[in-house]
Structure formats: structure tokens, C-alpha cells
């Protein structure tokens, strides 16, 4: 009877899985492009005496409270939690071009990491976003990944960050951006510096899970935004 009751638990377990795996599969929005429609049709066209950035990315961007830190700004939000750069190629027409920004902040690619999409996948998928994007005439700011950290794993496991997005990796990442972005001419916010420890850890008081940037964490961020925007939208020097 025990064996009995394991196997069909078993049994109810692989049932849920193929479920779940075959709505993946016949998912019509993989990218949740439906996410920001209604906004998209609702934003209207720049306005000529505000620059309109928008900012593309994961979590990271999804949870960064604009109005807070950029008061009296047409800066744009399109972040989308748990999305990698696969996705924010497809969403990339609506969320961004067709909305006429004249700078976009790309960040993306810890999710990529968590999902054990290799580094240069990744690099490619950014190249793409990037290219695209400047192909549209629109300017390109890409910015570093943040630094992760297992600082909170006591108070909660899943905060122990590191081995589903190993330092290294999200380093490597950034070393490849930075020169991409200096060969092509293209901005570059360099977050992990900023918030980077000497362990090479995200500094533990600047994020909560190990992961997302807490308040004090995006105060750090929003100024060097505003300045790598304020940069590549300055007239060239003559």
C-alpha cells in the first residue's frame, strides 16, 4: 500500500510537470508582450522639450519606481520580471521602437545566467538588442549586470544567489559590454562597480534578497543612469 501511494504520487507528479511544460509550449505570448499594450497605446508621442528614455529589462527594471527617482521625466519603463535577452528580443518593436525613445537602457542577462543559457548566447542576444535598436536610430545605452550575493541566504536559502549566477560569469558579461559598447560607440552604466563589494559580492546593505536592488540600492543606480543618458544624448564635441 506504501509503495502503492508513492507511485501514484510519483505518478501525479510527472502529470503536473507535462502540464505545466505543455502550456509552456502553447503559450501564444511567451514574451508577455501583453504585458504593456495598453500603455504602448495610451503614451502618446514624445514630447519635444523632455528626451523619452526608456528603460528595457528583467526584474531589475520592473521594480525601479521612476517616479521617485526621476521626477519630471519621460523616462519609460519596460521591464518585465524573470524575462531574459531572448525575450526582450521579442518585445523589443512594441516596448521600445514603436514608442520613439530617443535613448533606450538596456539591462538583461542574470536571468539568462539562472537558466544556464551560455555566456556567448547571451553576448549575441545583446549584440542583437543593441544593433537593432541603434539601427532605429535610437541611442544606446547598455548597462553592466548587478552583482549578486549570498549575504542573506541565512534568513532565507533561495537567497543564496551565487550558484545559479556565478560572479565570474556576471564579470565576464560585463568585461564583454564594456568593450562592445566602447567599439561601437554605444553608452555604458557601469551598475557593478558601484555596488559591487570587495568579496565581489552585491554590498549587503544595497539589496534584501541577494538579488534585486532595495531602495538605497537604486539610489546608488539612478544617478549613474542619469548621467550615462545626459552623456549620449550631449552634442559631439566639434
Known sequence: AELRDAANRLDSHFRALLDARERQL???????????????????????SKPRVVFFGDSITDFWRFNEYFPDSDYVNRGISGQTSGQLLQRLKPDVIDLHPQVVVILVGTNDLARGVPVAAIEGNQQMLADAVAANKIKVVMASLTPVSDHHKDRDPAFERTPQRPPASIQALNEWLRTFCSQRGYGYVDYFAATVDPGGQCTEDLS???????????????????????KILAPPPE
Not at 26 to 48: I, V
Request: aromatic share 4%; no cysteine; charged share 20%.
Open 208 to 230: 534584501d534578497d541577494g538579488l534585486h536592488p532595495n531602495a538605497k540600492g537604486y539610489r546608488v543606480m539612478a544617478p549613474l543612469a542619469a548621467l550615462a543618458i545626459d
Open 26 to 48: 502553447t503559450n501564444p505570448d511567451p514574451a508577455n508582450l501583453a504585458r504593456y499594450a495598453e500603455a504602448n497605446r495610451r503614451l502618446g508621442n514624445p514630447a519635444p
